[in-house]
């Protein structure tokens, strides 16, 4: 066993969660793996995403990976208890909104999650609602955005927010629930200009960090290797420039 850790989402949008291990845990060998041939999880039922979300973590099992970030708040949502039950010897560490972030700095302001349908049906993050409960929340299930982030098609990105997101753009603050989003963390910072953007990146990366200290493993020389299920070539490439932008 090593210091590696795999690393999954339904397709790029797990990048934000990735620069932020790079920064906390330099020393890991770290598997990407980008389920593009899927994407988007959010438009699928629980079941279908379930079965996606084994296949996937039955690849980086098999690349001796001893810790496995879910970079994704629906796969987390809809499959993690059922993995830590399947999985015992594999540490899962889950990606959900900051609902509890927004809960403890600014409960009683206007706040807008931002998600998939299927995440803001999930049981799971109906129970942080409850758990942490922010008296003007308001969610948007974002079909088709994650879709136009994978594309880099950031014309189409800003017509998404003037049709969708216009009736919330007072709001006080943003809660990115889907690891797409703080990818476009600046675009969506010019047009909710006043409102503070919360987005739990960097809570995940610590949570890894502290994880993999308990295994007292050894560290790695750090290298990021990179697959994708659709075996296109132009995914490494969007990859790359979101690792780098």
């Known amino acids: 066993m ?17 620069k932020e291990l790079i920064k906390v845990i ?65 540490i899962f560490i889950g990606t959900e909104p900051a609902i509890k972030m927004v809960y403890d700095s600014c409960s009683d302001k206007e706040s807008l999650l931002l998600a998939t349908k299927l995440t803001l049906d999930c049981e799971r993050v109906q129970g942080l609602m409850q758990k942490y409960p922010i008296s003007h929340l308001k969610t948007y299930a974002c079909s088709g955005l994650a879709d136009l982030i994978e594309e880099k098609n950031q014309q189409g990105i800003q017509e998404y927010f003037q049709q969708h997101f216009t009736p919330y753009q007072q709001v006080d603050s943003v809660i990115l629930g889907c690891t797409h989003y703080p990818l476009i963390k600046k675009e969506l910072q010019n047009f909710f200009s006043h409102a503070t953007i919360f987005d739990g990146s ?13 295994l007292n493993l050894p560290k790695q020389e750090g290298t990021i290797t990179f697959f994708d299920t659709s075996k296109e070539k132009k995914k490494e490439e969007i990859f790359k420039f979101y690792l780098q932008s």
Do not use: M
């Open 26 to 90: 330099p020393d890991s060998n770290i598997f990407y793996l980008s389920d593009s041939k899927n994407c988007p999880y959010g438009d699928k039922s629980k079941e279908v995403v379930t079965e996606i979300v084994f296949q996937n973590v039955e690849f980086l099992r098999s690349l001796g990976c001893p810790l496995i970030v879910i970079a994704c708040n629906t796969a987390t949502a809809t499959a993690i208890n059922q993995l830590r039950k399947t999985y015992p010897d594999t």
């Open 2 to 18: 090593k210091y590696q850790i795999g690393i999954f989402d339904s397709g790029i949008g797990g990048v934000s969660v990735l």
């Open 202 to 214: 960097l809570g995940i990366a610590k949570e890894t960090k502290r994880k993999l200290e308990l």
